[in-house]
């Protein structure tokens, strides 16, 4: 394994509103790293970090799960987290352990109460924010 100085290696995580596209992002990441010889879908229920029967079953994610690749000699680490209200500790701690945060938008619909919510704790814990504008296809 390869060893990373803590100025190569960043901290994402991935959070926005149920469906906005936070798995498929980060399997489509992984698949272009060259980690995936093939890229799962959700409805599949193949992703690399839907891997609960639970998230089978529901096909949404229940549980933060932590991802990683290698890029352009940086180690990221990919928090993707659920969308649905109802797993919000899941966001928030994954919002709190992470360095940076990459906010998710379904362009179809725009934000949504989740996010709103979202955004608030990204606020109070200061963190740098990126937007991603999703599914504009």
């Known amino acids: 394994m390869k ?63 932590p991802l990683h690749t290698e890029w352009r000699n940086y180690k990221i680490n990919i928090v993707d987290t659920p969308g649905l209200d109802d797993f919000i500790g899941e966001i928030i701690s994954s919002i709190r352990v992470t360095d940076t945060v990459v906010v998710v938008l379904n362009a179809q619909q725009g934000v949504e109460v989740g996010t709103e919510i979202i955004w608030n704790y990204i606020d109070k814990y200061m963190k740098p924010t990126l937007f991603v504008i999703n599914q504009i296809d």
Do not use: C, P, W
Request: without cysteine; negative net charge; hydrophobic residues 35%.
């Open 3 to 65: 060893i990373y100085d803590d100025k190569h290696i960043k901290n994402i995580a991935f959070v926005g509103a149920h469906n906005s596209g936070k798995t498929t992002l980060a399997e489509t990441m992984l698949f272009e790293a060259g980690l995936l010889n093939r890229r799962g879908t959700v409805e599949q229920k193949n992703t690399v970090a839907d891997h609960h029967e639970i998230e089978h079953e529901r096909q949404t994610s229940v549980f933060a799960t």
